[in-house]
């Protein structure tokens, strides 16, 4: 399995407070993925990064920031939560040494979030 | 716009029994991959099989096979022989490479829950 971790596991906060979700892996890929995960939505792209200080939107953006200072750690942050943003977040990582690693999507085991 | 679609929320199988789960997208793409995904109750993402489009030859893992149809563009998984820990929600996803970023963007269907009956 790949070297993914995601921190904290579990984290329950109020509205309006700030909120930092961390992965970090040991495999030296160069891409990263946060997606979050929803009931009856499947998974859907929040960010991601194609390299150190190389970051984009996903589909679902909008209240989320990333930074990718270096190649092991892709930081998600909520500026200020809110209750639609409860869900479960996935890291993700892909590698650069053509297929199947670059295409292929090995997942961090998700931190549960619950906004009150 | 891809999007996958999986029309089954819910199905089971007994035991060593066979079972198909479909899955379907929609592309202008010739040149993109296919995958399906497993996530049993510990929710961690398990990578189950893996299919190039431009392969004609179906990918099989153990019993774990899919049946690939480009021009219908389906993508069903077939399970052989299941057992219980095979219990979990199956996604199918569909992935093609993003030209501007160099990085490869997955569209994720709403996802099959399986359970297996002893």
């Known amino acids: 399995d790949a070297g993914i971790t995601q921190s904290p596991r579990h984290k329950v906060t109020e509205t309006g407070t700030p909120v930092t979700l961390r992965c970090h892996q040991t495999e030296n890929h160069r891409y990263m993925y946060w997606y979050r995960q929803d009931p009856g939505h499947g998974l859907r792209l929040i960010h991601y990064?194609?390299?150190?200080?190389?970051?984009d939107k996903g589909e679902v953006s909008d209240g989320y920031s990333v930074s990718r200072s270096k190649t092991e750690d892709f930081l998600l942050t909520l500026e200020s939560a809110t209750s639609s943003q409860t869900s479960v977040y996935f890291c993700?990582?892909?590698?650069?040494?053509?297929?199947?690693?670059?295409?292929?999507?090995?997942f961090g085991p998700g931190t549960r979030l619950t906004v009150l | 716009a891809q999007t996958v679609t999986q029309s089954q929320p819910e199905m089971s199988v007994q035991e060593a029994e066979t079972v198909t789960l479909s899955c379907t997208y929609d592309?202008?793409?010739?040149?993109?991959?296919l995958f399906w995904y497993k996530q049993p109750p510990s929710r961690q993402m398990i990578l189950v099989i893996r299919?190039?489009?431009?392969?004609?030859q179906n990918a099989t893992e153990n019993r774990f096979s899919v049946n690939f149809q480009k021009a219908a563009k389906s993508f069903s998984l077939k399970i052989s022989d299941s057992q219980l820990g095979d219990t979990a929600m199956y996604f199918c996803?569909?992935?093609?490479?993003?030209?501007?970023?160099?990085?490869?963007?997955?569209?994720f269907g709403t996802g099959t829950r399986l359970k297996v009956l002893a």
């Open positions: 990064s194609y390299g150190v200080k190389d970051t």
């Open positions: 299919q190039e489009a431009y392969k004609q």
């Open positions: 592309t202008s793409e010739n040149n993109y991959y």
């Open positions: 996803a569909f992935m093609k490479p993003d030209a501007t970023s160099g990085t490869y963007k997955y569209i």
């Open positions: 993700a990582i892909s590698g650069t040494n053509g297929p199947p690693n670059t295409d292929t999507q090995y």
